[in-house]
């Protein structure tokens, strides 16, 4: 019996090399957002003497939203193959980011709320500023998911910080 456990726990451990597949994933889905990224920065800057100044913060503020994506899937993609599949073996490397090794579950939870709240807190700023483009129910309704994001992370880091001082673990 010994024998089949080992068996069961050996292939559940192996297992988790399935998930490498989804990390490379987002690593090709950063790639689509960095051509993204540069084709609104091409067309900002064609268009530049042309737009209107609240077009260029528009335009700025949607550069802004692509860097906060694409570095909330690097934090993803780094923090949870070192989580779940396997360290990177990069210690000694001077561009090593500090939190790399140290991303726990509890900390990708609050830097991934973190960079929703300031992903939807862009795309709020977008639409007060394009106000004349929408209706008061989508600006409300934007507020209101704004608002759920900003309280998902509050509690979230409420939460952690009284499991914190039980002495609980994660």
């Known amino acids: 019996m010994k ?4 068996f069961v726990e050996a292939i559940i451990f192996r297992s988790r090399w399935l998930l490498a597949p989804f990390f490379l994933g987002l690593v090709m889905a950063t790639v689509a957002l960095l051509l993204k990224f540069f084709k609104e920065l091409v067309s900002m800057f064609m268009k530049l003497f042309e737009m209107s100044g609240s077009d260029v913060i528009i335009s700025v503020l949607t550069l802004i939203d692509t860097t906060l ?3 909330l899937l690097f934090i993803i993609v780094l923090s949870g193959y070192e989580s779940f599949v396997s360290k990177i073996d990069f210690n000694d490397h001077e561009d ?3 939190w790399m090794g140290k991303v726990g579950f509890s900390e990708l939870k609050l830097k991934l709320i973190g960079a929703i709240v ?6 709020l700023l977008k639409a007060f500023i394009e106000m004349e483009l929408y ?10 998911i704004h608002f759920t994001f900003v309280v998902s992370g509050v509690l979230f880091a409420l939460t952690d910080f009284i499991t914190s001082r039980k002495g609980g673990g994660h």
Do not use: F, G, Y
């Open 135 to 144: 209706t008061h129910a989508q600006i409300a309704w934007k507020l209101a």
């Open 96 to 98: 090593r980011p500090d």
């Open 3 to 6: 024998a089949l456990e080992l």
């Open 118 to 123: 300031a992903i939807s807190a862009v795309e």
């Open 69 to 71: 994506i694409a570095a």
